[in-house]
C-alpha cells in the first residue's frame, strides 16, 4: 500500500490511496471462491458451474463487495500508519477498482487542528464580581418562606400587590378571539410576581372578581396575548416569624435566630458556588479570546444541528423555524464552545490529568452526603447509568479549574446583591 497525506489546511486531510493487486488477489480470489462454492445454476451441481463462466457473470458485483470492505480497510490502516484521528465521515473519490488491476481512491476529511496555548502559566489575567450579600437578602428570603406557609382567604374588595389572584386564562388571536384548546381554568397568580415580567402586577392592582384583564408578552419574539378572567382576589395571611416557624420550617433550628443564621450560611454558600462559576467562565473567556485555532466545519455544522432541532422542539409543531436565521444566530455561540472544548482538551493532555479511584471515592462520600445515603448507593447508582461519564468529567473539570486558578492573577471586584440587581433590571 502507497499513501499521500495532503495538508489542505489547518483542519483539512486528504489521503491519497494506492494497493497493488497482489496485495489483494488473494483475499479478493478467497471471495470469488467462496461465492462459487454456493453457486448453482440449471444443469450443474452446487459449486460446479464452470469457474470463468461464473467469474465472467459475477465478478462486477463481488468487484463491488469487495472493494467497498476493501477501502474501509486500507483507509483505517492509512490513518493508523500516520497516526490521523477523523473528526467526521471521511468523503471518498477518486476511485477505482478492477480484477487484475490496483485499488486507487482518495479519502477527505477532518481533524482537530494544530494550535498553540496562549502562555496562561505567566499572562492568564482576569476580572471577576464578587457579589456580596445584604440584609435584603435574607429578608427576602425569610419572606419567600412565609409565603410557602401562608394562608389564603378569599377577600370581596380590590386586589392590591401582595394578593393572589384566581383565573381562567385564556390565550386568544391577534383580534381577540379565543384560541381553541388554550384555556387554563384557575390559575394562581402571586400579583408581586407578575406573569412575563414584574410591571405586570401593575394590571392586576385594584381589580376585583368579575374583572378581565388582556395580556401580552410585549416584546418577545413569538408574540402571545392572553384573555385573564379574575374569579376570586385571595389575601395571603403570613405566618409570624417566631420559633415556632422557625422549628417548622427547618427541623435541625429550634429558634428565629439559628433560622436567620442557617439561611445567610445557604445564601453565602450560593454567593460562593456562583463566584466560583463566574471565575470558570472568564478563565473559558479567556482561552477563546486568546488561543488562534480554526474551527473544524463538521464540528460546527454538529452543533448548529444540535441548536436547530433544540429549538425544534421547544416550539409548536405548527410553527415554522427559519433554519438559515437560527444557523447565523449561533454561529459565534457555536465557534465559541468547539474553541473552548478544544482548548479543553490539550489542558487535559498537557497537565496529564485523569480520573484516579481516590477521586471517585472522594466524590461518591460527598454526593453521599448531600444525598443523605450510603457511598456505596451512591456508587451503584451511578455505575450502572450514563451518570459516571458526567460524573468523571466534573472530576477533570474540577481539576482543570483548580490548576488553572493557580497560575490566574485574578481580580475580585466586590457587587452587593442590591447594585446587582438594579443592574440587571436596567438591562431589561
Not at 465557534?335 to 473552548?340: A, G, Y
Request: glycine share 2%; aromatic share 8%.
Amino acid at each position: 500500500m502507497k499513501t499521500e497525506l495532503i495538508t489542505v489546511n489547518s483542519y483539512l486531510r486528504e489521503l491519497d490511496v494506492r494497493v497493488e493487486w497482489e496485495e489483494m488477489k488473494d483475499e479478493f480470489e478467497a471471495l470469488v471462491e467462496k461465492y462459487h462454492s454456493t453457486y448453482q445454476r440449471k444443469g450443474f451441481r452446487k459449486g460446479k458451474f464452470p469457474k470463468a463462466l461464473f467469474k465472467k457473470e459475477m465478478v462486477p458485483s463481488i468487484e463491488i463487495e469487495f472493494s467497498d470492505k476493501a477501502v474501509n480497510d486500507y483507509f483505517t490502516k492509512a490513518l493508523n500508519e500516520c497516526q490521523l484521528n477523523p473528526v467526521n465521515q471521511a468523503k471518498i473519490d477518486h476511485f477505482h477498482f478492477h480484477e487484475n488491476s490496483e485499488l486507487h481512491f482518495k479519502a477527505t476529511f477532518e481533524v482537530i487542528p494544530e494550535f498553540k496555548l496562549p502562555d496562561y502559566k505567566n499572562e492568564l489575567k482576569v476580572t471577576v464580581n464578587k457579589l456580596q450579600k445584604t440584609e435584603k437578602d435574607t429578608a427576602k428570603t425569610l419572606e419567600s418562606i412565609q409565603k410557602q406557609y401562608a394562608e389564603t382567604n378569599t377577600v370581596d374588595r380590590p386586589a392590591i400587590e401582595s394578593d393572589l389572584i384566581l383565573a381562567d386564562i385564556e390565550e386568544v388571536d391577534e383580534n381577540g378571539t379565543p384560541i381553541v384548546g388554550k384555556k387554563h381554568e384557575n390559575q394562581l397568580i402571586s400579583i408581586d410576581r407578575g406573569i412575563f415580567s414584574e410591571n405586570d402586577h401593575k394590571l392586576f392592582i385594584g381589580k376585583s372578581a368579575g374583572d378581565t384583564i388582556n395580556l401580552s408578552n410585549d416584546g418577545a419574539e413569538n408574540l402571545v396575548r392572553f384573555n385573564i378572567a379574575i374569579k376570586e382576589v385571595k389575601e395571603q395571611v403570613l405566618p409570624e416569624l417566631n420559633d415556632e416557624f422557625a422549628a417548622k420550617v427547618r427541623p435541625n433550628v429550634k429558634t428565629f435566630e439559628e433560622l436567620e443564621q442557617s439561611i445567610e450560611l445557604e445564601l453565602q454558600q450560593e454567593l460562593d458556588r456562583r463566584f466560583e462559576h463566574e471565575c470558570r467562565d472568564r478563565i473559558a473567556d479567556y482561552f477563546v479570546k486568546n488561543t488562534k485555532v480554526d474551527i473544524p466545519s463538521s464540528m460546527k455544522e454538529k452543533y448548529l444541528d444540535n441548536i436547530v432541532e433544540d429549538v425544534k422542539k421547544k416550539n409548536p409543531p405548527t410553527e415554522q423555524i427559519d433554519e438559515t436565521k437560527v444557523r447565523e444566530s449561533y454561529a459565534e455561540l457555536a465557534e465559541n464552545v468547539i474553541r473552548w472544548q478544544l482548548v479543553m482538551d490539550m489542558l487535559i493532555d498537557e497537565e496529564g490529568l485523569k480520573v484516579e479511584r481516590e477521586d471517585l471515592s472522594k466524590k461518591f462520600e460527598a454526593l453521599a452526603l448531600q444525598f443523605n445515603m450510603s457511598a456505596e448507593k451512591v456508587k451503584a447508582m451511578y455505575s450502572k447509568s450514563d451518570k459516571f461519564s458526567n460524573l468523571t468529567e466534573d472530576i477533570i473539570n474540577d481539576k482543570l479549574f483548580g490548576i488553572l486558578k493557580s497560575f490566574a492573577k485574578i481580580k475580585e471586584v466586590v457587587v452587593s446583591t442590591d447594585d446587582a440587581n438594579n443592574a440587571n433590571k436596567k438591562k431589561k
